[in-house]
């Protein structure tokens, strides 16, 4: 948004992505620091943010329990406002405290589709062990105007009674199992999703993007670089490793991978020895000869 104009027609849709995906991360941070209440006498195990993937086919979930008994995936939900399952449309709403209406993703169907993945996902690797599932809504202003009877849905401060009460619906635990092994087997196909660029996943322009360097002190792309340091045309402060960010910026918004000739252009650069020096005292991959090097993120 920095980098866009005030008048931009993509800047009041990223506000709003922009507020959905932080309010989504307090809730999940809400969502972990009521697990620590979660207590077992029998070993369990807790995994937050699980990414695996059989052939194409990938999956995200928030948290995954394992226990001697069972595995609960745990989905988070943070959406504010009155809550309504249909069960005759098999429809999820929600009305604002002004009556707006908005038509929602039902979370049942992620839910059950990460159910039959991970089922999959253990024969595959010949574990036994059932699986359920809680959607939590951590949201602090929502409220249930109904519930579906077959899905287990509750709030963030009833999340523990709900595990409790999952486990219990289990049968006897599993014998001869090695819940470490499988703990450890999980996080060894751990598949981070790899975000396409920005720019391409929001269908903007790259060349709308300002040119520039951030200054930390007064937000603006005012940065202009001397011999040694980088130092702000307008509030005078200095600051040897300005340039850090706006590579990272780059190669998340634009793409995966940077020339001298690009890092010029984009920060404003105009010594192509300046570039070099700077994209030398990076952690980036270099790839190909003398003027045609071009620098790539590790995997």
Not at 79 to 106: A, M, V
Not at 166 to 174: G, W, Y
Request: charged share 25%; proline share 5%; with cysteine.
């Amino acid at each position: 948004m920095g980098r866009l104009e005030s008048d931009h027609p993509q800047r009041e849709f990223l506000k709003r992505k922009l507020h959905w995906t932080m309010a989504g991360t307090r809730g999940e941070s809400r969502l972990q620091k009521e697990f620590k209440e979660f207590y077992l006498e029998d070993e369990f195990h807790i995994l937050w943010n699980v990414n695996l993937k059989i052939g194409t086919w990938p999956v995200q979930m928030d948290g995954l329990l394992l226990t001697s008994h069972g595995a609960i995936i745990i989905e988070s939900k943070n959406i504010n406002g009155q809550l309504y399952f249909n069960k005759e449309t098999d429809e999820f709403f929600r009305l604002t405290i002004e009556g707006e209406k908005t038509i929602l993703e039902d979370p049942r169907i992620q839910m059950n589709k990460h159910i039959r993945f991970l089922k999959q996902f253990f024969k595959i690797n010949n574990i036994r062990l059932p699986i359920a599932g809680l959607i939590v809504f951590t949201a602090k202003e929502c409220e249930f105007l109904s519930k579906p009877p077959d899905t287990a849905i509750c709030k963030t401060y009833q999340m523990v009674e709900y595990l409790l009460k999952i486990l219990l619906a289990f049968p006897p635990e599993s014998p001869n199992l090695n819940l470490l092994k499988i703990k450890r087997m999980i996080l060894a196909n751990q598949a981070p999703y790899k975000h396409p660029p920005l720019c391409v996943h929001f269908f903007i322009d790259s060349k709308d993007l300002k040119p520039g360097v951030y200054c930390r002190s007064c937000k603006e792309l005012t940065m202009q670089r001397n011999k040694r340091n980088w130092e702000c045309s307008k509030c005078g402060a200095r600051d040897e490793s300005a340039h850090i960010l706006a590579i990272r910026e780059y190669l998340t918004f634009v793409e995966r991978h940077l020339t001298n000739q690009k890092l010029r252009s984009f920060c404003g650069v105009e010594s192509r020895a300046v570039a070099t020096r700077l994209l030398g005292r990076t952690d980036l991959k270099r790839i190909g000869e003398s003027k045609a090097y071009s620098y790539h993120m590790p995997e």
